[in-house]
């Protein structure tokens, strides 16, 4: 677990300061860019697509972890709005809360034990 938690600060911290950077050089104009590119069909567009998709699969284990609950709810929200920058830092603290415990970190208290 110690390894895992290791790799979620690297992966928040990356995500952190990259998206600082492009916003100091780009601004906060990020959802025409990223649907336009969708839009246009290109390499650029895939990537997104895909990354949307994968958003929306993160949000939904997050309101299935936590078993739909409104908290499951709003956990999948952040998910799909904060990506990375969220998912890391909410499995981390979850790392913690979980007595080191993976089948609970993943699937939650209920369905883990």
Do not use: C
Not at 60 to 89: D, E, P
Not at 90 to 108: C, H, Q
């Amino acid at each position: 677990m110690k390894t895992f938690r290791i790799y979620l600060i690297i992966l928040f911290l990356t995500v952190t300061v990259y998206t600082i950077i492009t916003v100091t050089n780009h601004g906060w104009n990020l959802i025409p860019i990223f649907f336009n590119d969708i839009a246009i069909f290109n390499w650029s567009g895939q990537f997104n697509f895909d990354l949307s998709l994968f958003l929306t699969l993160s949000a939904l284990w997050l309101a299935w972890r936590n078993h739909f609950t409104v908290k499951g709810l709003l956990l999948g929200l952040l998910g799909a709005i904060g990506g990375m920058f969220f998912l890391s830092a909410y499995l981390f603290i979850m790392s913690f809360k979980v007595n080191n415990d993976i089948r609970i970190l993943l699937m939650g208290e209920k369905r883990g034990n």
